[in-house]
């Protein structure tokens, strides 16, 4: 079984700043690792994932993550933030065999103020 | 377009009522999958499918049942809807083909149970 923690659950940041989610999982197995956005009230959309290979993956938007295996984490970031990014993101961990299923954080606010 | 349609959008269940929300998704996919939304909980998995004929119990199966008839249908029953049920529910469905290996959801069923 694997678990998801997303440390924070509210991240204010001022426009243009730099910010971080942090996500941390737990696995016995290996897994593959995705990030998704949710605006409000429309459904998710894949920010980025990481399956394979580079350890730093580059998605949509200008978003990036890390992948530390010795940490277990995968660590959400972006150098400058807009407005337009305020929205519900979720990490999320899925098993390579199996049911193959989404396991989700709770998610984190990002509150982009001006 | 190719994708996962989600049906009805919007649907207000007095305690007691039956429905049964429906997936269907047009990419050949063979894993399927049922979650609900609930605030600060992120997604968590109701029942999923392997395949046409296979269902599975997922983290938060009580009081849902689940058919998978046909390979590009995946449907959500509620036999006696209660206020607990009040939530949004996201269906998915997965390819792990090669390097393609992605999940598609559909924009969302918004159920309100009084």
């Known amino acids: 079984a694997q678990s998801v923690t997303q440390l924070d659950s509210q991240v204010p940041v001022f426009e243009e700043a730099p910010v971080e989610l942090r996500c941390n999982y737990s696995s016995s197995v290996s897994v593959y690792l995705f990030w998704y956005v949710q605006y409000p009230n429309q459904g998710l959309q894949l920010l980025l994932k990481y399956l394979s290979g580079s350890t730093l993956v580059k998605g949509i938007n200008g978003f990036e993550a890390e992948f530390n295996k010795s940490q277990t984490s995968f660590h959400l970031r972006k150098p400058s933030v807009h407005i337009s990014d305020t929205a519900e993101y979720f990490c999320a961990v899925s098993d390579l065999k199996g049911r193959r299923a989404l396991t989700f954080g709770s998610g984190t606010r990002l509150q982009v103020q001006p | 377009n190719a994708g996962v349609t989600q049906t009805p959008k919007f649907r207000v269940l007095k305690t007691g009522q039956s429905m049964t929300l429906l997936c269907a998704q047009d990419?050949?996919?063979?894993?399927m999958y049922w979650y609900r939304q609930d605030p600060g909980m992120g997604l968590r998995l109701i029942h999923y499918?392997?395949?046409?004929?296979?269902?599975a119990k997922g983290e938060v199966p009580d009081g849902y049942n689940v058919s998978r008839l046909k390979k590009q249908n995946f449907l959500l029953g509620l036999e006696s809807a209660a206020p607990s049920q009040t939530s949004v529910y996201f269906c998915?469905?997965?390819?792990?083909?090669?390097?393609?290996?992605?999940?598609?959801f559909g924009s969302g069923t918004r159920l309100t149970v009084v």
């Open positions: 990419m050949n996919h063979e894993y």
């Open positions: 998915a469905s997965s390819s792990f083909a090669a390097t393609r290996v992605g999940y598609t």
């Open positions: 499918s392997v395949g046409e004929g296979t269902t």
